[in-house]
């Protein structure tokens, strides 16, 4: 019994250090998208799995030869295809995970491009069918208090403005005003 269960945990050991080269990550990547419309839950784990990969293993990739560049390409456009997934399915909940799920990898991108990647997040989840304005709301309260602990003062400014169009559609004119008015204040500063 002992026996068994070490090989198990053993086993498990070696499948969590285990990284897939980029080519691999690359492969997987065209299957997750072929089984997009055949089977999203799959299609789902693939690309969870991608962007959990690190660059940081062995195996993984070569920094020197640019590899990184192309392993973080892969992993926006895996958050692209999750956040697609989810927006069709209207998982909102899964969306709002997606934003959480996706910060650590913004350490490793520049600014610009996470705030393109965070923009079309928030784009994704507005455009489903039927969603409260609330979630909208809540969500984007959440990215600008991120923007704040990292710093993201430019970023920060462009999801306010998005939450004061959130506001005014909800019919929160008092908070959109407060929120419109700093925002001009903050403007008038630079």
């Not at 070569?62 to 560049?69: L, V």
């Not at 995970?97 to 350490?107: C, M």
């Not at 039927?130 to 400014?157: H, M, N, P």
Request: glycine share 4%; net charge positive.
């Amino acid at each position: 019994q002992n026996k068994k269960q070490l090989f198990s945990c053993t086993l498990l050991s070696l499948f969590v250090v285990y990284e897939m080269s980029l080519a691999e990550l690359e492969e997987q990547f065209e299957k997750a998208v072929s089984l997009n419309n055949v089977s999203a839950p799959q299609s789902t784990k693939i690309y969870q799995n991608i962007l959990s990969s690190s660059s940081q293993s062995s195996g993984a990739v070569d920094a020197a030869n640019g590899d990184e560049d192309s392993l973080n390409a892969l992993k926006e456009r895996s958050i692209y295809e999750l956040a697609e997934i989810y927006s069709r399915s209207s998982q909102i909940e899964s969306l709002r995970q997606l934003f959480v799920d996706v910060r650590p990898f913004f350490g490793g991108i520049s600014k610009a491009k996470t705030g393109k990647i965070l923009r079309t997040l928030i784009d994704k989840t507005s455009r489903i069918a039927g969603i409260d304005y609330a979630v909208l709301i809540s969500l984007c309260a959440d990215c600008i208090a991120w923007c704040k602990r990292e710093k993201r003062t430019f970023l920060k400014q462009q999801i306010e403005c998005r939450l004061c169009e959130y506001y005014l559609l909800a019919r929160r004119y008092e908070e959109a005003l407060k929120l419109c008015n700093r925002l001009v204040f903050q403007v008038k500063k630079l």
